[in-house]
């Protein structure tokens, strides 16, 4: 595995000789299907890591996919933001999204380090009635909906998140994927983000980076079964710094539960 600073170049190196293609594929928002069997019979979307306004994707786009799959729940697991001055598209990206359903989000690091911080999102969402779970819950029929703030950031406050949490399914939203080491007992689905995939993977190496503890790092994407949870950590939508993705093509979710 790399350091952050020469997968950096890395990436900028795959960038400049890949040309157009790596922006090509960072513009390419996929829908995975998974059926995770839970027994609710809901559709719901899973979606993350949009990073407004570093990312290259189309907002319209997205939200008109999202549409169409005609979900009854929509989660979004962190990194809505790069920096502050994507808020104002963001709210409008996630405005157009609560039209179709609910709208759950948690923070994660990057909406920290933006400065707008879950109590900027609260602020900033809350009265568009876009619910943001920052180490707090609510609930959907019999499906519990908890939220921590960030992981990775060291944020997240599991036993306060779980407290409020009533219902017979206990899904967790999480930006990182790390939170499976105090999640795995508790709940029975975890949605995470924060990965990207790696967002550049090479054919036999797999992911070059991963912005995570050494004993999470094999959560880097796909469908996990740790204890009594299953985890789903997803390649995002966005781009972070760099507008680049190399056999991670972004994704949305249609989940059902
Ligand atoms: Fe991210």
Known sequence: MLSRRRFLALAASAAALGGGYTLFEARRVGVTRLDLKLGLGLRAVHLTDTHFSTSVFSPAEVAAAITELDPELIFHTGDLLTYRRGLGEAVRFLEALRDTAPVYLVPGNHDHWSGVGAAGLKEALGSRGIVVLANSATGYGDLAIAGVDDPYTGRANLERALSGAEGEVRLLLAHSPQIIGEAAQRVELVLAGHTHGGQ???????????????????????????????MFVSRGVGTGYLPVRLNCPPEIVLLSL
Not at 202 to 220: I, K, N, S, T, V
Request: glycine share 12%.
């Open 200 to 230: 550049v993977r090479l054919h036999g190496a797999g992911a070059l980076w991963l912005p995570m503890p050494r004993e999470y790092r094999r959560f880097d994407y796909g469908l996990f079964s740790v204890g009594r949870a299953r």
